[in-house]
């Protein structure tokens, strides 16, 4: 007996594996949009989670005398690390307790708080930096900026995101002043800084030069209120 298979159920099977493969594919597109849309909200959700929670419990406060020995003990923590690391950064004798006093006298420094204890420490300046008006590269502006000089973050007691919160602070104080332009600098080699600087949305306009040695510049632009 001979068995015999038709074009007609050739074609049909042809088609079906085709509608199959098709069918396939386009769950397969829909399932990868819907993961990648659930993905976005997740990160959107903890995002503002995150910045509500520390804007919630952290608050970023001028310097006081009696701030120094904590904020000393947290700027020497950050140098050891910065040695660890490999780095040039802070290994020369800068910055100092003298610099902190200076700081606070000047009414840059600035301390964040976490249930009343000094976590991290920042110099937000609006004299200007000389060292910029040597910038080898070119401004976003020529406005009047802000500085960010000397930020640090406590390292016995660890807060994921507060250099990145304090950066964010030190926008509102600025806009606060109508100063809508931020100016920054950091090694090569921190790479920390680098990342938060890419993640807040600053420029980089070039290189400066601090104690002899080479920075990587920023700008950032802030919407005018």
Same mark, same amino acid.
């Given at each position: 007996?001979?068995? /015999?298979?038709?074009?007609?159920?050739?074609?049909?099977?042809?088609?079906?594996?085709r509608?199959?493969?098709?069918?396939?594919?386009l769950?397969?597109?829909?399932?990868e949009?819907?993961?990648?849309?659930?993905?976005?909200?997740l990160?959107?959700?903890?995002?503002?989670?995150?910045?509500?929670?520390?804007?919630?419990?952290?608050?970023?406060?001028?310097?006081?005398?009696?701030?120094?020995?904590?904020?000393?003990?947290?700027?020497?923590?950050?140098?050891?690390?910065?040695k660890?690391?490999?780095?040039?950064?802070?290994?020369?004798?800068?910055?100092?307790?003298?610099?902190?006093?200076?700081?606070i006298e000047?009414?840059?420094?600035?301390?964040?708080?976490?249930?009343?204890?000094?976590?991290?420490?920042?110099?937000?300046? /609006?004299d200007g930096?000389?060292?910029?008006?040597?910038?080898?590269?070119k401004?976003?502006?020529?406005?009047?900026?802000?500085?960010?000089?000397r930020?640090?973050?406590?390292?016995?007691?660890?807060?994921?995101?507060?250099?990145?919160?304090?950066?964010?602070?030190?926008?509102?104080?600025?806009v606060g002043?109508?100063?809508?332009?931020?100016?920054?600098?950091?090694n090569y080699?921190?790479?920390?800084?680098?990342?938060?600087?890419?993640?807040?949305?600053?420029?980089y306009?070039?290189?400066?030069?601090?104690?002899?040695?080479?920075r990587?510049?920023?700008?950032?632009?802030l919407?005018?209120?």
């Amino acid at each position: 007996m001979s068995f /015999f298979i038709g074009t007609d159920f050739d074609i049909n099977i042809t088609i079906f594996f085709r509608v199959s493969v098709f069918t396939g594919s386009l769950i397969y597109f829909f399932a990868e949009y819907v993961l990648h849309f659930i993905s976005v909200l997740l990160k959107l959700y903890f995002s503002f989670t995150i910045s509500y929670s520390m804007s919630d419990t952290l608050i970023l406060r001028p310097a006081g005398i009696a701030d120094t020995d904590r904020i000393w003990t947290i700027l020497q923590q950050a140098i050891e690390l910065r040695k660890q690391d490999g780095s040039r950064q802070w290994q020369d004798g800068y910055p100092n307790a003298d610099t902190i006093r200076q700081d606070i006298e000047s009414g840059y420094g600035h301390v964040l708080l976490q249930d009343n204890i000094i976590i991290g420490y920042i110099s937000v300046i /609006f004299d200007g930096e000389p060292a910029y008006d040597s910038l080898e590269g070119k401004w976003l502006s020529e406005q009047e900026y802000a500085v960010v000089h000397r930020l640090a973050v406590a390292q016995d007691i660890k807060t994921k995101g507060t250099a990145t919160f304090m950066m964010q602070q030190v926008e509102s104080i600025a806009v606060g002043r109508k100063v809508y332009s931020i100016k920054v600098d950091t090694n090569y080699d921190n790479l920390a800084m680098l990342r938060i600087f890419e993640k807040l949305g600053y420029s980089y306009c070039g290189e400066v030069y601090f104690r002899g040695s080479a920075r990587k510049a920023f700008e950032k632009l802030l919407p005018v209120s």
